[in-house]
């Protein structure tokens, strides 16, 4: 059977934990066609980003163009677009109406909490972008940045309920709170992980308990793509979310006790861990 196609529409990260390659790594574990749309290029590893080259956004949209004249994904992500006119751009396309499905994920902060993008990219985000997005994916450092808010305000799961009625209000049609950073708005590492859904469905909170793990590089990344690529499948959103968060939840387990890098590592995509043997459990 010829698989659905989903497209990314991210940066690149040369360590593979994380952007453009975790995103087709999980279309793959998920059995959908993955194509790309680089935004940048990256070096970077598991301990720093040491380089990033922008591409020009009339590039980025020559390579989206080509994906949808020919291979017509059911389902798009964004993830790292840059700059401001990269975030136009790609809005511009979704209001057309050529981006289905379309899942943002907002990475505009790094989990250190350093800003990746500009205020005229955040703008651009708030104006143009989030009013053609299926489903926002902020973390709480992004939610905050977005709402113009402090990241310490997002300490409990009332204020990520707070926060996301707020962005929606900005025209997505379901927003998701990623409750990752919890630990570190509370001050209480040992804090759940949910995360907050709010869309027309109501409001539904996806609890999880925190996998205990240094290898977490590429967990946003990974659920939008997980996401889109459900609703490629032809799951509902809330399906859709449900089974992202399971996926990436497995992965977090898979890899909890690798060794790869002497950072934040990748997480176990294609269940590895789990195989006979191990898989790629590296000493």
């Known amino acids: ?38 935004s940048a290029v990256t070096a970077q590893n598991t301990t720093a980003v ?25 389902a798009v992500k964004t993830g790292m677009l840059a700059t401001g006119p990269t975030v136009a751009a790609v809005a511009e396309l979704a209001r057309a109406g050529r981006l289905p499905h379309l899942v943002v994920d907002p990475v505009l902060v790094s989990s250190t909490g350093h800003r990746l993008t500009d205020d005229a990219g955040v703008d651009a985000y708030r104006r143009l972008l989030l009013p053609a997005a299926e489903v926002l994916t902020p973390n709480l450092r992004e939610a905050a940045v977005l709402a113009g808010r402090g990241f310490e305000e997002l300490c409990d799961v009332d204020a990520m309920i707070a926060v996301a009625e707020e962005l929606r ?23 759940p992980s949910p995360d907050v ?19 977490d590089h590429g967990t946003g990344c990974s659920l939008s793509a997980a996401i889109a690529a459900h609703l490629a499948l032809g799951l509902d959103t809330l399906e859709s979310l ?40 590296a000493p």
């Open 50 to 74: 040491t380089g990033v080259v922008v591409l020009e956004p009339s590039f980025v949209v020559a390579q989206v163009e080509a994906v949808l004249d020919d291979l017509h994904p059911a």
């Open 197 to 215: 859904v709010v869309g027309p469905q109501g409001t539904v909170v996806l609890e999880a308990d925190r996998v205990a793990t240094g290898n």
């Open 1 to 38: 059977m010829t698989p659905p196609v989903a497209l990314t529409i991210a940066g690149s990260d040369s360590g593979g934990g994380a952007g453009v390659q975790a995103d087709l790594k999980t279309f793959a574990a998920l059995g959908v066609f993955g194509t790309s749309a680089l």
């Open 169 to 191: 209000a900005l025209g997505p049609d379901t927003v998701v709170v990623k409750g990752g950073h919890l630990g570190a708005a509370s001050g209480d590492a040992t804090a």
């Open 242 to 281: 449900r089974a992202a968060k399971a996926f990436v939840h497995r992965a977090l387990q898979g890899a909890s006790a690798w060794h790869l890098g002497a950072g934040h590592g990748p997480i176990d995509h294609f269940g590895w861990s789990a195989a006979p043997g191990g898989g790629a459990s």
